[in-house]
């Protein structure tokens, strides 16, 4: 997939930059799989651990709002939400003012298993960083910061 330096393919140049957007969905998922894997042996999905980790910033949002943020298919949200409840993990109340929204507040015990999420998500980071000193780190994470808000800001108009 990933071939450093530029090469010729019937003429054309191949360069590092024509694999970027390969290259960068293929180390996300990569990414991906091996948080999964961690977060298997726990008894968690990623997708649970996408609601818990958004609800932490965004406490009290509706279970549509939370569809948006996670980029999660509505229907899916609401049969995670059910087992999520059931685990205890979280409970829905409804609106004060329409009754018909239901908010998502995080239990007492998903403190634990937010902190359970934290070490996995720094195990897999640190694997991923493995070589990379502090200050590559952070320059990686200022540069793809840069390029998600790039992103965001030109998604709603046309491609050329």
Not at 19 to 36: C, W
Request: proline content about 2%.
């Amino acid at each position: 997939m990933y071939y450093p330096g530029d090469h010729q393919y019937h003429g054309i140049a191949m360069t590092i930059e024509r694999n970027f957007g390969f290259l960068l969905k293929d180390t996300a998922s990569r990414y991906v799989a091996r948080f999964e894997q961690r977060a298997e042996r726990v008894g968690l999905t990623l997708a649970q651990c996408k609601i818990l980790s958004c609800l932490v910033r965004q406490e009290g949002i509706s279970q549509t709002q939370l569809a948006k943020l996670t980029a999660l298919e509505p229907m899916a949200v609401v049969r995670l939400l059910d087992g999520m409840e059931a685990d205890g993990l979280l409970e829905r109340r409804l609106d004060k003012v329409d009754r018909r929204i239901k908010k998502l507040f995080l239990s007492a015990r998903a403190g634990s298993v937010l902190e359970e999420i934290w070490k996995i998500a720094e195990a897999t980071r640190s694997e991923t960083f493995s070589g990379f000193s502090e200050e590559e780190r952070i320059q990686f994470m200022q540069q793809l910061e840069r390029l998600h808000i790039n992103l965001l800001t030109v998604e709603t108009r046309a491609p050329d």
